[in-house]
């Protein structure tokens, strides 16, 4: 089975959002960046294919070189090469487009992506990818086996889950569940060392195509202050909750 | 140049957010001076809400199991026979789960997590969206003629109520899905968070699960979902789809009741969208309560026992 899994470098969970004084660009100024963390988990998952029913694991980004450090990373963790696709990733579209242009020359089986990147909550880059490469797709999926050419998967839908079946090419968006948390693969020394010799290819993408543009950027307000109430007087509580924010 | 919206059902019914995303969408054809078009599939009942001025019904068996491949074709023919401009879709699991697919189907761009209506900036249609999970908003303007608008839940609410218009059957071919559905399983008769106009969580500071009933009891009172921080799911106190945050659930409620829960940053990214939040905690200085409405400062157990009873009797009092 050869695997791909899409990885997007999102600033780490901790960080606080700030947008350039224009206003037109988010400020990465200070900000540390990591795997985002839906995709972790399919990067896992796709090493244990790897380790257990013996697969060849790839992964690529769209970036430019300041994303190469979270490849690496994953390359630690136990993929098998990195391919950098050069560009400044600008819409979900793009990202989708010239991932797919890749998946298309490399032949994969099996494509892993994110539910969603924590950044900019696209939601689309793995149902764009499926329709683009004609491949099966299942989102939010909390489990995954492949058995020959057929896939088995858990979904998480509002309010439970379902069991699906399909064949392989897939395309699946993964998130918490996948893999248990305290399996998250954490890179080794010995990882880390041949991490550095693993293969990175930088592709040109052929085309630069967007559907959407962001124009500008906004933090939100800051809040106005809490009112207190005090704990011998719960009666007050329901009362503004009642009345004033008019939720009960 | 209409603007078509896509209403879920379900049990053929409408879905509790039909209503919210019917009101968008006639309030963006207000805005452009257009029709605004509800599309339904496998409704018994589809009569007008939120002020759409036509419904197209779509009867056929084979859409009685959602899988996703099936119906973002189906909707994509839709969008291009009812000539629409704008697709307005909502934000449950199924739906986000349509939006990359048919913005591929029909060539037109994907706006996720729309939370008004459009603005114009130098000329450009913007939406307004939240990004960096809730931490900031992008304006966001398509570049194609056709546009998919995923309206985030509880953004925008329900402000239209007026009825009465033509409801037309549409007969669309359904295609064979790649993916097969073997079986599914739901949670009946409480609460979800996806769903609840009210989400009671709790975090480390219940102690542990034995003192999980408080907060079931909390909820079943006020008619709450109930959910959890991280590290409780973590713990396996609770269960993994309870767990919301910037990496769990996103929660976009009405009313929120943190208990026990300190207010870290990737907590409140997840919640930030609801409108009003409330906090008890017994450490004055804990994060929440610079993030939150309304609060006390106080030991769970002694206050929440208490809010239980005071809120069955204000139930009692205004059924
Ligand atoms: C990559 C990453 C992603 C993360 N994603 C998420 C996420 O999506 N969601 C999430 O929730 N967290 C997330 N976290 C974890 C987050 O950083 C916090 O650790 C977590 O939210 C804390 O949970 P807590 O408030 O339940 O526990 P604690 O921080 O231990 O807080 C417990 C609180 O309970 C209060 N308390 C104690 N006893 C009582 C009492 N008797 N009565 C009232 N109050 C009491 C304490 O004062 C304290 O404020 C993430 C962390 C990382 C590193
Ligand atoms: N720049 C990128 N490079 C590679 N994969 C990406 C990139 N952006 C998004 N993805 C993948 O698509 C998933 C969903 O992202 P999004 O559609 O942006 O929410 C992510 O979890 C990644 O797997």
Known sequence: ?248 | MSVLVYLESENKAYKKTANELASYAAELANQLNTEAIGLVINNDQPEIIGGLNQIISVNNEALDTYTAEKFASLISVAFEKSGAQYLVIGSSADSKYLGGLISAKSSSGYIPNVIALPENIDGKTAFKRTVFTNKGYALTTPKTKRCIIGLSKNSFGSVRSDSGSRVESMILDVIDDPVSLISKSTVNGKATIADADIVVSAGRGLKGPENWHLIEELADVLGAATACSKPVSDLGWRPHSEHVGQTGKPVATNLYIAIGISGAIQHLAGINASKIKVVINNDPEAPFFKAADYGIVGDAFTIVPQLIEKLKAFKAENA
């Open chain 1, 1 to 248: 089975m050869k695997i791909l899994v899409c990885i997007s470098a999102v600033p780490d969970t901790t960080s606080k959002i700030n947008f350039t004084a224009d206003q037109k660009s988010f400020d990465t100024g200070g900000v540390q960046f990591v795997i985002n963390p839906n995709d972790e988990f399919g990067l896992t998952r796709a090493v244990w294919f790897k380790e257990q029913q013996g697969a060849e694991v790839h992964i690529a980004t769209v970036g430019e070189a300041s994303v190469e450090p979270i490849m690496r990373k994953a390359l630690a963790i136990g993929a098998d090469k990195a391919f950098r696709i050069n560009t400044h990733p600008l819409d979900g579209f793009l990202v989708a487009n010239t991932l797919s242009e890749h998946i298309k020359t490399e032949h994969y089986d099996l494509v892993i992506c994110g539910r969603e990147s924590i950044d900019y909550n696209g939601n689309m880059v793995p149902g764009l990818i499926a329709n683009h490469c004609n491949f099966a797709f299942i989102n939010t999926c909390t489990s995954l086996t492949v058995d020959g050419n057929k896939a088995t998967a858990t979904r998480e839908i509002d309010g439970g889950s379902e069991t699906l079946e399909t064949q392989l090419p897939l395309v699946v968006g993964a998130q918490k569940g996948l893999v248990e948390e305290s399996d998250l693969k954490i890179p080794n020394m010995r990882g880390i060392m041949s991490a550095r010799t693993k293969p990175l290819e930088i592709i040109t993408p052929s085309s630069l195509e967007t559907l959407t543009e962001d124009l500008s950027f906004e933090k939100p307000d800051s809040k106005g202050a809490i009112t207190l109430v005090d704990e011998a007087n719960i009666d007050q509580l329901i009362e503004l909750l009642h009345k004033e924010a008019k939720v009960l």
